[in-house]
């Protein structure tokens, strides 16, 4: 039961403050929102039996992506949008679409309800997930991963580097 | 008491819906790729959602992958970001239309 109220306020916390990124005209507003999103998503990877995805997504996300928006917003002193957001007959549709795209997968997705039993008995321990990770299935997609950040790294620094 | 692993889907469709309307709708690059990253963070709930209902660990693996691929996506977006902003000297998306013809 508190499970339940607990994972409710923490969807109504993520669905407004989503709401606040986008609705927000001050980008650094809408990095704060985001962080609230981000923390409680994470409290409901918890609630879902998940403790070593909750953890990193504190660390990663709210911890060093934010942090990183944050630099960039303070470096370039981003002004406040001055024109109203962007309006035209296509956008119209293509909004009125998405909109009853998503009313369908909702539908869906409630009427299909209980057709698989949820397990009662679920490992997502740190050390399953780590077991399950550094096992030659995933082990090679592991260290591949290390060289994408790399490659990422020396191409951010490279990007931003100052022109002689 | 078990939670709906439903309701953990739809909020993720929500979360992602909510990302689309940000991208469609805002100019400012950095607003931007925020609501990407709100999208990235609806199908990672996605992933542990439908990882608990089936009782397969695999799902967390993928969130940690789609983590790392967000953090090298920030990274370089930025980077580009400040490479734009220093040529600009905006952060209009509709001023970037340099590959356009």
Not at chain 1, 90 to 95: E, M
Not at chain 1, 111 to 120: H, N, V, W
Not at chain 2, 60 to 67: D, E, H, N
Request: glycine share 6%; charged share 10%; aromatic share 8%.
């Amino acid at each position: 039961m508190l499970d339940a109220i607990v994972f409710y306020g923490l969807a109504a916390l993520a669905l407004a403050s989503a709401a606040g990124v986008v609705a927000q005209k001050n980008p650094t507003y809408s990095a704060f929102s985001l962080i609230v999103t981000l923390c409680s998503l994470s409290g409901i990877y918890g609630l879902l039996g998940s403790p070593f995805i909750a953890v990193l997504q504190i660390v990663v996300y709210a911890g060093a992506i934010m942090v990183l928006f944050l630099f960039v917003i303070m470096l370039l002193r981003v002004k406040q949008e001055d024109h109203p957001a962007r309006e035209g007959r296509l956008l119209k549709g293509v909004a009125f679409g998405l909109g009853l795209l998503l009313a369908l997968q909702m539908t869906v997705v409630l009427a299909a309800r209980g057709g698989t039993p949820i397990p009662s008995i679920y490992e997502a321990s740190t050390p399953a997930v780590a077991r399950l990770l550094f096992a030659p299935r995933f082990l090679y997609v592991f260290e591949a991963t290390s060289i994408l950040i790399l490659a990422a790294l020396v191409g951010a620094v490279a990007l931003a580097k100052k022109e002689p | 008491m078990t939670l709906p692993v439903e309701h953990a889907v739809l909020l993720s469709v929500a979360l992602f819906a909510i990302g689309v309307v940000g991208v469609f709708l805002r100019r400012n690059v950095i607003t931007i790729l925020m609501c990407i990253e709100l999208m990235l963070n609806a199908a990672n709930l996605a992933f542990v959602a439908f990882s608990r209902a089936l009782g397969a660990l695999d799902g967390q693996i993928l969130v940690f992958f789609v983590m790392t691929v967000a953090a090298a996506e920030a990274a370089v977006g930025l980077a580009i970001v400040i490479a734009l902003h220093r040529h600009k000297d905006t952060l209009d998306v509709d001023a970037f239309n340099i590959l356009k013809w």
